[in-house]
């Protein structure tokens, strides 16, 4: 059975307000709670500048349409989707950069003959040229992927301990390094190449015959007086 769509030809603003009152809590309690809802106080707003702004010439929606809207673009928003503020961050840098030409343009008008006029206009396109470079790396920061830096801690024999950074790309793209091979300082001993020595075969350099090896000398000095 086909289902039938309602009619969506006529305005028909809703400014009802419907306040939902649980069996732990009064009348003025849940009236309180509805009016401090961040969703129904945003929709107030907007709905007051938004007038502002299109004047009596249209007929506005309710504010409940408002507060439906920003229900609908915040819940969306707390699951992760950044589309809405993609959106904004673009129409507003939009518009402060149409503010900085305007600015701009009203400084070079009044340039020469008015001059702190020119210079408060400058001022005003300075601000808005700054703001709009702004949110244009702020839009440029929403949609770079996020970078993150795990250590890694290799202990070795006899308490050396080497760290390894390893950055992970949440877009999948990048790999990470592979791990340096230990130094071979740090390996067992007995496994470092022998010195050099006359013997071609790696024997140890030959001791003269005798009876027993000679003492060495002391290398330390004999004063008087010091045990």
Known sequence: ???????????????????????????????????????????????????????????????????DHIHAVTHEAAGGDIAMASKIL??????????FAELARRAAMNMGEYINAAERYGRLALKAQSNCRTTLEALAKLHQPREQTVRHVHVNEGGQA?????????????????????????????????????????????ISSGEGQAAMQDARRHESGRT
């Open 162 to 206: 080497v760290v390894a950074d390893h950055f992970h790309n949440h877009t999948g793209a990048a790999k990470n390094g592979k791990s340096v091979k230990q130094s071979d300082a740090t390996g067992s001993a007995g496994t470092s190449p022998a010195l050099p020595c006359a013997d071609a075969d790696g024997n140890g350099v030959p």
């Open 1 to 67: 059975m086909a289902r039938k769509r309602k009619a969506t030809g006529g305005m028909e603003p809703n400014n009802a307000l419907t306040v939902e009152q649980t069996t732990e809590e009064t009348g003025a309690q849940a009236m309180a709670r509805k009016l401090l809802q961040p969703t129904l106080k945003n929709a107030a707003a907007a709905s007051a500048f938004t007038g502002k702004m299109m004047g009596t010439d249209l007929e506005m929606p309710g504010i409940g349409d408002y507060a």
């Open 90 to 99: 673009a129409a507003q840098a939009v518009t402060l950069d149409s503010m």
